[in-house]
């Protein structure tokens, strides 16, 4: 019983952890800059429809999961720039919250 309490307390840091360890482990095994460009576009569209979905939610566990991902992949990568993957995962974000907003994709 105390370990599923702990589960439920630590939760965060326990996915914060493996979200991290995920995005290294996929961005080593990504050798092609565009597909590392793709994939860091899709987690940005991903997460902008989750940051939209959660924002009447309490959002900080969310943007800490999500956080963990491209920390992750950012350390892993091995081509390109690190400023592009930033630059690309930041205008996906943007471009999925935005349709979610204003277009009111569900």
């Known amino acids: 019983m105390r370990k599923a309490l702990e589960f439920l307390t630590n939760w965060v840091e326990l996915s914060f952890v493996l979200l991290l360890i995920l995005g290294f482990v996929i961005s080593v095994f990504v050798n092609d800059v565009l597909l590392s460009y793709a994939l860091v576009l899709m987690a940005g569209l991903g997460s902008g429809k989750i ?7 309490f959002l900080f566990p969310h943007i800490l999961l999500i956080t963990g991902f491209i920390l992750g992949f950012i350390i892993g990568h091995k081509e390109g720039s690190t400023i592009a993957l930033i630059l690309i995962f930041l205008a996906g974000n943007a471009i999925s919250y935005y349709a979610h907003q204003k277009l009111g994709l569900d």
Do not use: N
Not at 51 to 57: L, M, N, S, T, V
């Open 51 to 57: 940051i939209y979905h959660k924002a009447k939610d």
